[in-house]
């Protein structure tokens, strides 16, 4: 069973940077690809990146291409999502998950959830 945690939220200024960590553990991360999505307050949750963990393939949702960057430490079972120029569109709860398809976008194919950790953005 893996479990994840998420880390690294806060409040920003419009314009700032935030680094979001995932933290895996208890299971064989290392096998499948980690995603994050994100859910606004009233709205649906949504894929924003995805990283194949076992290589460096990536795929991001338009709305954070060239803004967010998805990475992770293999030897630390850890994810990260470096987020760039931030806006308050941006503000959501951000989740980590982990799923055994490649770069699925598809929030029905994640079977591993973090908690979720804050992130608002003032204008």
């Known amino acids: 069973q893996v479990q994840l945690v998420e880390s690294g939220g806060g409040l920003v200024q419009a314009g700032g940077s935030l680094r979001l960590s995932c933290a895996a553990s208890g299971g064989t991360f290392s096998s499948n690809s980690m995603g994050w999505f994100r859910q606004a307050p009233g709205k649906e949750r949504e894929f924003v990146a995805a990283?194949?963990?076992?290589?460096?393939?990536?795929h991001y949702a338009d709305s954070v291409k060239d803004r967010f960057t998805i990475s992770r430490d293999n030897a630390n079972n850890t994810g990260y999502l470096q987020m760039n120029s931030l806006k308050p569109e941006d503000t959501a709860v951000y989740y980590c998950?982990?799923?055994?398809?490649?770069?699925?976008?598809?929030?029905?194919?994640?079977?591993?959830w973090g908690q979720g950790t804050q992130v608002t953005v003032s204008s």
């Open positions: 990283l194949h963990w076992r290589g460096s393939s990536t």
């Open positions: 998950a982990a799923s055994p398809h490649l770069l699925t976008p598809v929030i029905g194919l994640y079977n591993y």
